[in-house]
């Protein structure tokens, strides 16, 4: 059992999920009180989006230990993804009651709070996880993106500056820089960060059309049309894009009646 356990354990690590399940199934019908398989099992189905069912496993599991930190943990990480927050923030605090110094159940807390709009108690959850492990990119990225929903853009920027220093292939945080830009009139410097994000992420449909808007503000609507249609190949119909694209050719329109 211990082998069959391992593979399944393999599979998960590979992204292979329904092979990892059917792994778990056998060990637990082996070993119906084996808490890590149903803690694990949970894990896969919510990497497949089954998270009903894997609810039902990290409740199984923590029936079985009620003092199991990591079926908390991935209890509290299936809630955040159903957007169910406050239940998500209820499990992250009981996970941080057994193990008081789990980053990873702090990020969590943290981003339950920023669900619930709690915005000033998350960043106090991020610091609490910065204090435990000061070189977590996640919470920074994290901390981050909650400072941009308060609209502190510089401390937010640092956050994300921080991410980049030691990952610089994370084109999510070079997009959030180049948004984070443009809010401080920093134009330049923000069609830079966009760039680095699409280098990294050729088809960032978002990061050319937030790339569009700034052309436009720029008054290069030629540049910024361009964008727009790069956008809407990767994204067809976007709502988005379309409405920044008819601003563009508005203004366009415009410039070229004016002269």
Known sequence: MVALFKKANLFASAGRYN????????????????????????????????????LGCFNK????????????????NTLMTMKRYAEALEVYEKA???????VYAWNGKGNALTGLKRYQEALGAYDKALEIAPGSLEVWFNKGTTLKEMERYVEALECFEQVVEEDPKSPSAWYNMGHLLHHLKRDAEALKCYDLAMERTPRFAEA???????????????EALECCQSSLEIEPGCEATLHTQALIQEALVKTVGAK
């Open 19 to 54: 092979e990892a399940l059917e792994g778990y199934d056998k060990v637990l019908k082996q070993d119906p009180q084996l808490i890590h398989a149903w803690n694990n099992k949970g894990n896969a189905l919510a990497a497949l989006c089954r998270n009903e069912e894997a």
């Open 61 to 76: 599991a923590l029936e079985l230990d009620p003092k199991y930190a990591f079926a908390w943990s991935g209890k509290g």
């Open 96 to 102: 941080l009651e057994l193990t008081p110094k789990d």
């Open 208 to 222: 050319l059309r937030d790339k569009a808007e700034v052309l436009r503000e720029l008054g290069r609507f030629n």
